[in-house]
């Protein structure tokens, strides 16, 4: 049960998410060439959302040729996101088998994998690449964190930025070059789709020399956070991470189609969802330092909220003319809220331990509960004939994200159970 409790401000370059805390050597060794792990880390970030995020600017002729129905449309866009959350709980017993290093390193050949499995361009082709790539990519996402700790403690703050622009630098690249790269192609999506192998090959050949000789075993005793599973402070946190997860994927995996459906040509619609990603990179950036200026994040939370759902109703149903400034928006509210929502993980926790646990229940639910949000636009649109249905869902949303937000932002520590 939660204590009410007003706790000391927490740095985060102090109390980052760490995947490995519980198998982390007691003393760290010095990386021998830091300058190349922090670029092969950034290069790593950025090859995890190509997979996410390409498919949604040629998804209308992926589905034209594969004769899917929306429902079809809609599972493609979902399966990878449900990955993220339904193997993320993996990355703990990963890290502590192999280390962080040779876990991602077979992971990294893994979403390779799974990104050129696609190129074969049969629906069971793109139904495995999806789920390999978002398998691979949820178990990556909790261990980058710990690494970033763990090597760069005196800089972890800086190389969180560092990588979490480069997430949403992935994202852009995807939705803007895909449509470009489809026509460099001889205009085949397949190629357009697989090309995203590249990148990720070339970030193993730069990871490869910089593997441990060998794996450090765990020092530490590693406290339990199952209470975590009755704290309902734990579950608030949770529900705002999936609920605004819902609404980013559903922007990665339809807001190009969308667009396209209401008169905009491929190559203008993937870039306009690229310069609204792009806006994530800086409020992602500004938004953690302005949630712990004030006494809790609840304010900030519906804020942000708020204008995500102001940018997805006005490039819903405003005039194209307008398309611009509700795309900058939305990238303000979106960059904002996954920025916060990992800042409450933190925040919301007594100490790293708690943080990890508390990290590995929001991404697991939450990535599993985001996936219901893309899952539902291709049905809902095909139901109406129309996006206001869809709008509605955005509301709903948006809502629900903003009323759990309320509840995450309280100044209150979620509790744990420690093992006796």
């Not at 403690?153 to 994202?171: I, N, Q, V």
Request: some cysteine.
């Amino acid at each position: 049960m939660t204590q009410p409790h007003h706790p000391a401000r927490l740095h985060l370059e102090d109390e980052l998410i760490d995947a490995e805390i519980d198998q982390a050597p007691a003393v760290a060794a010095s990386h021998p060439h830091p300058v190349l792990l922090g670029v092969s880390l950034v290069l790593i970030a950025f090859n995890l959302r190509p997979a996410l995020a390409s498919l949604a600017p040629v998804l209308p002729e992926v589905m034209h040729d594969r004769s899917l129905t929306p429902t079809g449309g809609s599972l493609l866009t979902t399966l990878p996101v449900l990955c993220l959350g339904l193997f993320a709980p993996l990355a703990p017993l990963l890290a502590r088998r192999f280390g962080s290093e040779r876990a991602i390193l077979g992971l990294l050949m893994v979403l390779a994998a799974g990104t050129a499995l696609r190129g074969f361009g049969n629906l069971s082709a793109l139904i495995g690449g999806a789920i390999i790539a978002g398998a691979a990519i949820g178990v990556i996402n909790v261990l980058l964190p710990g690494l970033v700790k763990r090597d760069f403690p005196r800089r972890a703050a800086l190389m969180t930025g560092f990588y979490t622009m480069a997430l949403c630098g992935g994202a852009a690249a995807a939705e803007g070059a895909t449509q470009p790269l489809k026509a460099l192609l001889g205009d085949s999506w397949p190629a357009a789709l697989a090309i995203w192998t590249l990148p990720v090959l070339v970030v193993i050949l730069l990871w490869l020399p910089q593997l441990p000789k060998r794996v450090a075993r765990p020092s530490v005793r590693a406290r339990h956070g199952a209470g975590l599973w009755r704290d309902f402070l734990a579950w608030q946190v949770t529900l705002f991470m999936g609920l605004q997860s819902a609404l980013a994927y559903c922007t990665f995996g339809w807001l190009v189609p969308i667009l396209r459906d209401r008169g905009l040509d491929p190559v203008t619609a993937g870039l306009v969802v690229s310069v609204s990603v792009l806006c994530q990179v800086i409020a992602s950036l500004l938004a953690p330092s302005i949630a712990i200026w004030g006494r809790d994040q609840r304010l900030c939370n519906v804020l942000a909220m708020v204008v995500t759902l102001i940018g997805l109703l006005g490039l819903l149903f405003t005039p194209l003319s307008l398309i611009w400034p509700w795309a900058i928006l939305l990238g303000i509210g979106q960059g904002s809220s996954i920025a916060i929502a990992l800042t409450i993980i933190v925040l919301r926790s007594s100490d790293a331990h708690v943080a990890a646990q508390l990290s590995s229940m929001a991404q697991s639910v939450g990535y599993t509960l985001a996936a219901c949000g893309p899952l539902l636009v291709g049905p809902l649109h095909s139901l109406t004939g129309d996006w206001r249905a869809v709008g509605v869902m955005y509301v709903v949303l948006s809502v629900s994200a903003a009323l759990a937000g309320i509840g995450a932002g309280r100044n209150l520590l979620v509790g744990t159970k420690r093992a006796t």
